[in-house]
C-alpha cells in the first residue's frame, strides 16, 4: 500500500501575502506591520518562507483600513478588531472607542480653525500693509519674530 504523500505547504486556499495585500489596498509591507504589531495574527509559512494567510484575513484587513481612514490609532484600531470577533463583549465598548476618537477629531478641528484664523489674519495684513514691500519689514515676519499669533494694528511694511 502507498503512503499519502507529506509535506508541510498550507492548503491552497490560503492566500499569499501579495495577493492579500492587492485584494485590501495595503502594500506588502503594511501586511508585515500589522502582523508585527499584532494587528493580525502571525502568518502560516510555506516552505518556501512566503507568508500566507486564510481568506478571512481579508475581512479583519479591510477592517483595519477603514479604521485607519478614520484616523483610529493602532491601539484603538487593535481593540476594534479584538470585539469585532467577541460576541460576549458589549458593542458599548467599540461605541466608547470611537466616541473617545471623535471627541479627539472635534478638539483637533478647533485647533485648526484657530490655527486658519490665525493664519488668514496674517495674509490679510500683509495684503493690506505690506505686500510689496522690503520682506524683512513683512508684518507677517514681524509678528513671527515678535512670537505675537497675528496683528491686524500694526502699520505694515508698506504703509
Do not use: N, W
Amino acid at each position: 500500500m502507498k503512503k499519502p504523500a507529506t509535506t508541510t505547504e498550507p492548503p491552497p486556499e490560503l492566500l499569499t501575502i501579495g495577493v492579500l495585500a492587492k485584494r485590501v489596498g495595503f502594500a506588502v509591507s503594511a501586511l508585515r506591520y500589522y502582523e508585527e504589531v499584532g494587528l493580525i495574527p502571525a502568518a502560516m509559512r510555506r516552505e518556501s518562507g512566503h507568508r500566507v494567510y486564510p481568506e478571512s484575513a481579508q475581512d479583519v484587513l479591510i477592517l483595519i483600513r477603514h479604521c485607519r481612514d478614520l484616523g483610529f490609532s493602532i491601539d484603538e484600531t487593535r481593540e476594534l478588531v479584538t470585539l469585532s470577533t467577541s460576541a460576549e463583549r458589549d458593542c458599548v465598548e467599540a461605541r466608547a472607542i470611537a466616541q473617545g476618537h471623535l471627541t479627539a477629531v472635534r478638539a483637533k478641528m478647533a485647533e485648526l480653525r484657530r490655527l486658519e484664523r490665525s493664519l488668514s489674519r496674517y495674509v490679510r495684513a500683509c495684503s493690506e500693509g505690506c505686500a510689496g514691500g522690503p520682506a524683512p519689514d513683512c508684518t507677517i515676519l514681524t509678528d513671527l519674530r515678535q512670537g505675537l499669533s497675528s496683528s491686524t494694528e500694526t502699520a505694515g511694511c508698506c504703509s
